[in-house]
């Protein structure tokens, strides 16, 4: 049966590699206290088996939706598929934590060729604005899924099979995806006329590594070390140098029409800060529960399970919800609910009880997943077909650099702090801020209602 007499099968199989991805990134956390005392691993190595990762995959986002645009989406999706799978496979064997540090540099870049193609294949295979609302509401709580099953899923393999199996686990998931999709995906159209806007790829991933490395060196040498300062000015310079290379390039990864879209730009910049509230706290609160609480990593991954199964919840709902309200009120509420949860933890007090932590828990991972349906929506409606590999692709480039801020600041304030109760508490107060304005900037930029993707201008 064709593709198109299926209309299970693209959601289905999108949502396989995108499941793959975004377990990685949460089963990672309980997982990475026992890879460090297995490895040896310092502080700041920690941070770079979670954070290098992280950073290739924000910083590669681009390329892979301008390669998706131009080769076709289903075949980049598929390369990154089998890049992430064999990657996997490498951490699973790592002899220590130069290697695996490596390893996950490789499995951020199949990340890359993966999440791009995801959302451009829902927007292909499901034009009608009902209908994509729902599939990006069901792609949503994917998320929600992974993120829920993670430190569960995590702990559970640490406590019994060890942690390689955490990685080991993608093996069978990325064969999967990789059948599905070449069996029940319609080919993407492919774009020779789009080329590579090399110098704005290596700007962003410049941007990306500079500053992940600037934040993950400030805990151990200080907020104010040379280095450290270098870093983030060169991080600043590097971004700035991509606009300016925008401005200028015959085919840029990103057209000007976009770029000044108050949908797309403010709908990336919300991505950013609710990815950076809520991955920041999960870091944190991961290494609150088993180094200063004692916390096995199973316990661990129960512990954060509240604010974990929270987002399948909400992903479903939003998507439902979206086709009545529009999708400013739910971002708005979601993220006006994320800071209140988040502030809450941070108002708890220096060693509160488990008990007072559930709720603020719950609050911030409903009001993330809530909000990401509709700021998806948002994004990928102001984007014409042409270019949906390419806002795909901002859209998670930005996400991404706000998981990789979040934890590095979090390690950061952590490592720098006169304690853990301190460091975890600036941590959450700082997640909370950036919810709320999160929330204001939806007010600004979020429709209303619906739209249908304009025309590039």
């Given at each position: 049966m064709p593709p198109e007499q299926r209309p299970w099968a693209p959601l289905l199989a999108v949502c396989a590699g995108y499941f793959m991805v975004i377990l990685d990134v949460t089963v990672i956390n309980v997982a990475v206290p026992v890879v460090?005392?297995?490895?040896?691993?310092?502080?700041?190595?920690?941070?770079?088996?979670?954070?290098?990762?992280?950073?290739?995959?924000?910083?590669?986002?681009?390329?892979?939706?301008?390669?998706?645009?131009?080769?076709?989406?289903?075949?980049?999706?598929?390369?990154?598929?089998?890049?992430?799978?064999?990657?996997?496979?490498?951490?699973?064997?790592?002899?220590?934590?130069?290697?695996?540090?490596?390893?996950?540099?490789?499995e951020g870049l199949g990340a890359a060729l993966i999440v791009p193609g995801s959302l451009a294949l829902l927007q292909q295979a499901y034009p009608e604005p009902d209908v994509r609302a729902r599939a990006f509401g069901l792609w949503g709580s994917m998320a929600g899924i992974a993120a829920s099953a993670g430190p569960l899923l995590g702990g559970l393999?640490?406590?019994?099979?060890?942690?390689?199996?955490?990685?080991?686990?993608?093996?069978?998931?990325?064969?999967?995806?990789?059948?599905?999709?070449?069996?029940?995906?319609?080919?993407?159209?492919?774009?020779?006329?789009?080329?590579?806007?090399?110098?704005?790829?290596?700007?962003?991933?410049?941007?990306?590594?500079?500053?992940?490395?600037?934040?993950?060196?400030?805990?151990?040498?200080?907020?104010s070390d040379p280095a450290v300062l270098a870093g983030l000015g060169l991080a600043v310079l590097s971004a700035a140098a991509f606009a300016v290379r925008e401005r200028l390039a015959r085919s840029p990864a990103l057209p000007l029409g976009l770029l000044r879209s108050r949908a797309m730009g403010g709908g990336a910049a919300i991505g950013l800060l609710f990815n950076f509230g809520f991955y920041g706290m999960v870091f944190t609160a991961s290494l609150e529960f088993q180094h200063q609480r004692g916390y096995s990593a199973l316990g661990t991954g129960l512990a954060l399970f509240p604010a974990v199964a929270m987002t399948m919840f909400a992903s479903v709902l939003s998507g439902r919800l979206s086709r009545r309200t529009g999708d400013r009120p739910l971002v708005i509420s979601g993220m006006l609910l994320a800071a209140l949860g988040l502030a809450g933890w941070a108002a708890a007090g220096a060693d509160p009880a488990y008990a007072l932590l559930v709720a603020p828990m719950m609050a911030a991972g409903f009001g993330t997943s809530f909000a990401l349906t509709g700021s998806t929506a948002t994004v990928m409606g102001a984007a014409p077909p042409a270019y949906s590999g390419a806002a795909s692709a901002l859209f998670n480039t930005t996400r991404q650099v706000g998981s990789a801020t979040g934890?590095?600041?979090?390690?950061?304030?952590?490592?720098?702090?006169?304690?853990?109760?301190?460091?975890?508490?600036?941590?959450?107060?700082?997640?909370?801020?950036?919810?709320?304005?999160?929330a204001v900037l939806a007010w600004w930029c979020v429709p209303a209602k619906t739209r249908r993707p304009p025309g590039l201008t």
């Open positions: 460090g005392r297995e490895l040896s691993a310092s502080l700041t190595g920690i941070q770079w088996i979670t954070d290098g990762y992280t950073l290739v995959f924000a910083g590669f986002l681009l390329t892979g939706g301008a390669l998706g645009d131009r080769l076709g989406n289903r075949r980049v999706f598929c390369w990154g598929v089998v890049v992430f799978t064999v990657a996997s496979a490498a951490c699973a064997l790592a002899p220590g934590t130069p290697f695996l540090v490596v390893a996950r540099l490789v393999l640490v406590s019994t099979v060890g942690w390689r199996w955490v990685f080991l686990i993608n093996l069978p998931v990325g064969a999967a995806c990789l059948a599905l999709t070449l069996r029940h995906v319609a080919r993407s159209p492919r774009r020779a006329d789009r080329a590579l806007d090399w110098p704005a790829q290596v700007a962003v991933v410049a941007a990306v590594a500079l500053l992940t490395a600037g934040l993950n060196e400030a805990g151990r040498r200080g907020w934890v590095a600041l979090g390690g950061s304030l952590l490592a720098s702090a006169a304690n853990y109760g301190t460091g975890i508490r600036t941590s959450m107060g700082i997640g909370a801020l950036a919810c709320l304005g999160a």
